[in-house]
Protein backbone atom coordinates (compact mmCIF):
# COMPACT_ATOMS: atom_id res chain seq x y z
CA UNK A 1 0.00 0.00 0.00
CA UNK A 2 3.24 2.50 0.12
CA UNK A 3 2.28 5.36 -1.25
CA UNK A 4 3.44 9.08 -1.23
CA UNK A 5 2.11 10.55 -4.78
CA UNK A 6 0.06 13.05 -3.03
CA UNK A 7 3.65 14.63 -1.83
CA UNK A 8 4.53 17.23 -3.63
CA UNK A 9 0.92 17.54 -5.99
CA UNK A 10 -2.16 19.70 -5.59
CA UNK A 11 -4.85 18.76 -3.22
CA UNK A 12 -7.39 17.47 -5.07
CA UNK A 13 -9.49 15.19 -2.84
CA UNK A 14 -9.92 14.87 1.37
CA UNK A 15 -11.57 12.34 3.50
CA UNK A 16 -12.89 13.39 5.81
CA UNK A 17 -13.88 11.16 9.42
CA UNK A 18 -16.25 12.42 11.65
CA UNK A 19 -19.37 10.99 13.78
CA UNK A 20 -22.97 10.10 12.62
CA UNK A 21 -24.26 11.02 15.76
CA UNK A 22 -27.52 13.52 15.38
CA UNK A 23 -27.66 14.08 18.88
CA UNK A 24 -24.64 15.76 19.51
CA UNK A 25 -23.75 19.04 19.94
CA UNK A 26 -25.53 21.49 17.77
CA UNK A 27 -22.01 23.30 16.88
CA UNK A 28 -20.23 19.79 15.91
CA UNK A 29 -23.02 19.88 13.16
CA UNK A 30 -22.44 23.27 11.99
CA UNK A 31 -18.99 22.79 11.79
CA UNK A 32 -19.33 19.57 9.79
CA UNK A 33 -21.63 22.02 7.19
CA UNK A 34 -19.14 24.91 7.27
CA UNK A 35 -16.32 22.60 6.23
CA UNK A 36 -17.95 20.95 3.23
CA UNK A 37 -19.59 24.04 2.59
CA UNK A 38 -15.27 25.41 2.60
CA UNK A 39 -14.41 22.04 0.56
CA UNK A 40 -16.88 22.93 -1.95
CA UNK A 41 -15.43 26.21 -2.03
CA UNK A 42 -11.60 25.59 -2.86
CA UNK A 43 -12.91 23.06 -5.30
CA UNK A 44 -12.17 20.04 -3.08
CA UNK A 45 -13.92 17.04 -3.35
CA UNK A 46 -14.99 14.96 -0.39
CA UNK A 47 -14.83 11.50 0.28
CA UNK A 48 -16.69 10.21 3.02
CA UNK A 49 -18.26 7.36 4.32
CA UNK A 50 -21.75 7.64 2.33
CA UNK A 51 -24.05 8.44 5.28
CA UNK A 52 -26.69 11.43 5.25
CA UNK A 53 -26.47 11.35 9.21
CA UNK A 54 -25.42 12.81 11.80
CA UNK A 55 -22.04 15.44 10.86
CA UNK A 56 -21.00 13.38 8.11
CA UNK A 57 -24.49 14.35 6.30
CA UNK A 58 -24.14 17.73 6.95
CA UNK A 59 -20.46 17.73 5.86
CA UNK A 60 -21.74 16.19 2.49
CA UNK A 61 -24.90 17.84 2.20
CA UNK A 62 -23.48 21.30 2.55
CA UNK A 63 -20.50 20.47 -0.03
CA UNK A 64 -23.04 19.00 -2.42
CA UNK A 65 -25.61 22.09 -2.30
CA UNK A 66 -22.35 24.14 -2.53
CA UNK A 67 -21.84 22.56 -6.12
CA UNK A 68 -18.76 20.64 -4.28
CA UNK A 69 -17.72 16.89 -5.95
CA UNK A 70 -19.17 14.79 -3.16
CA UNK A 71 -17.98 10.64 -3.00
CA UNK A 72 -19.60 8.54 -0.46
CA UNK A 73 -18.26 5.06 0.15
CA UNK A 74 -20.73 2.60 2.35
CA UNK A 75 -20.64 -0.95 3.57
CA UNK A 76 -24.02 -2.64 2.19
CA UNK A 77 -24.63 -3.48 6.06
CA UNK A 78 -24.54 0.27 7.08
CA UNK A 79 -27.24 1.20 4.50
CA UNK A 80 -29.83 1.24 6.85
CA UNK A 81 -28.06 2.56 9.48
CA UNK A 82 -25.92 5.30 8.23
CA UNK A 83 -28.77 5.95 5.30
CA UNK A 84 -27.18 6.34 2.42
CA UNK A 85 -27.16 10.34 1.05
CA UNK A 86 -28.93 9.55 -2.27
CA UNK A 87 -27.99 13.01 -4.10
CA UNK A 88 -24.48 12.31 -4.23
CA UNK A 89 -22.30 9.53 -6.08
CA UNK A 90 -21.97 5.86 -3.95
CA UNK A 91 -19.65 3.34 -4.13
CA UNK A 92 -20.93 0.41 -2.27
CA UNK A 93 -18.57 -2.33 -0.24
CA UNK A 94 -18.99 -5.58 1.48
CA UNK A 95 -16.90 -4.86 4.49
CA UNK A 96 -15.38 -1.79 6.66
CA UNK A 97 -11.72 -3.17 5.61
CA UNK A 98 -12.86 -2.30 1.98
CA UNK A 99 -14.54 1.27 2.65
CA UNK A 100 -11.20 2.16 4.87
CA UNK A 101 -9.04 1.18 1.89
CA UNK A 102 -11.37 2.69 -0.52
CA UNK A 103 -11.83 5.70 1.10
CA UNK A 104 -7.61 6.32 1.44
CA UNK A 105 -7.00 5.44 -2.34
CA UNK A 106 -9.60 8.07 -3.17
CA UNK A 107 -7.47 10.67 -0.87
CA UNK A 108 -4.99 13.02 -0.75
CA UNK A 109 -5.12 14.20 2.71
CA UNK A 110 -7.17 13.34 5.87
CA UNK A 111 -9.66 15.86 8.50
CA UNK A 112 -10.69 14.45 11.31
CA UNK A 113 -13.88 15.93 13.07
CA UNK A 114 -15.26 15.41 16.06
CA UNK A 115 -16.84 11.42 16.28
CA UNK A 116 -16.94 8.83 18.39
CA UNK A 117 -15.42 5.68 18.46
CA UNK A 118 -15.59 4.65 14.62
CA UNK A 119 -14.40 8.07 13.81
CA UNK A 120 -11.31 7.59 16.18
CA UNK A 121 -10.60 4.20 14.67
CA UNK A 122 -10.49 5.49 11.14
CA UNK A 123 -8.25 7.89 12.09
CA UNK A 124 -5.90 5.50 14.29
CA UNK A 125 -5.75 3.34 11.42
CA UNK A 126 -4.86 5.90 8.85
CA UNK A 127 -2.33 7.84 11.39
CA UNK A 128 -0.78 4.16 12.03
CA UNK A 129 -0.20 3.79 8.66
CA UNK A 130 1.27 6.80 8.23
CA UNK A 131 3.66 5.91 11.07
CA UNK A 132 4.81 2.37 9.14
CA UNK A 133 5.59 5.06 6.14
CA UNK A 134 2.74 3.40 4.41
CA UNK A 135 2.03 6.91 3.33
CA UNK A 136 2.97 10.80 3.47
CA UNK A 137 -0.56 11.90 3.30
CA UNK A 138 -1.72 14.81 5.51
CA UNK A 139 -3.89 14.32 8.51
CA UNK A 140 -5.38 17.10 10.45
CA UNK A 141 -7.91 16.50 13.07
CA UNK A 142 -10.01 19.98 13.65
CA UNK A 143 -12.32 21.17 16.59
CA UNK A 144 -13.14 24.65 17.72
CA UNK A 145 -13.67 23.82 21.11
CA UNK A 146 -10.60 21.40 21.94
CA UNK A 147 -12.51 18.54 21.42
CA UNK A 148 -9.40 16.50 20.26
CA UNK A 149 -7.21 17.63 23.14
CA UNK A 150 -7.97 14.50 24.89
CA UNK A 151 -6.17 12.69 21.98
CA UNK A 152 -2.96 14.47 21.50
CA UNK A 153 -2.75 14.41 25.76
CA UNK A 154 -2.43 10.78 24.96
CA UNK A 155 -0.30 10.87 21.87
CA UNK A 156 1.90 13.02 23.91
CA UNK A 157 1.95 10.50 26.88
CA UNK A 158 2.77 7.65 24.06
CA UNK A 159 6.13 9.79 23.08
CA UNK A 160 7.13 10.49 26.75
CA UNK A 161 6.30 6.70 27.06
CA UNK A 162 8.72 6.07 24.89
CA UNK A 163 6.12 3.98 23.20
CA UNK A 164 5.93 6.71 19.70
CA UNK A 165 8.79 8.14 18.12
CA UNK A 166 8.91 12.39 18.94
CA UNK A 167 9.33 12.71 15.22
CA UNK A 168 5.34 11.41 14.59
CA UNK A 169 4.30 14.34 15.79
CA UNK A 170 5.07 15.83 12.13
CA UNK A 171 2.77 13.37 10.99
CA UNK A 172 -0.45 14.70 12.58
CA UNK A 173 -1.93 17.94 12.87
CA UNK A 174 -4.34 19.43 15.32
CA UNK A 175 -6.37 22.79 13.88
CA UNK A 176 -8.83 25.03 15.85
CA UNK A 177 -10.04 26.56 12.80
CA UNK A 178 -11.62 26.28 9.22
CA UNK A 179 -8.16 28.00 8.02
CA UNK A 180 -5.82 26.65 9.69
CA UNK A 181 -6.85 23.39 8.86
CA UNK A 182 -6.53 23.87 4.78
CA UNK A 183 -3.12 25.87 5.84
CA UNK A 184 -1.80 22.41 7.07
CA UNK A 185 -3.91 20.27 4.38
CA UNK A 186 -1.65 22.64 2.01
CA UNK A 187 1.29 22.53 3.74
CA UNK A 188 1.30 18.57 4.03
CA UNK A 189 0.82 17.92 0.18
CA UNK A 190 3.28 20.23 -0.62
CA UNK A 191 6.04 19.06 2.01
Not at 58 to 82: N, Q, S, T
Not at 111 to 128: F, R
Request: proline share 5%; with cysteine; charged share 25%.
Amino acid sequence: MADSSSVGRPLRSVCVYCGSSETTKPEYHDLAARFGDALAKRRLRLVYGGGSIGLMGRCAKAAHDAGGEVLGIMPRFLERREIILDSVPHTMVDTMHERKMLMFEESDAFVVLPGGIGTLEEAIETLSWRRLDLHKKPVVFLSEDDFWAPFFTLMQHTIEAKLTPPAFNEAVRYTRSIEDCFAELQAGVSA
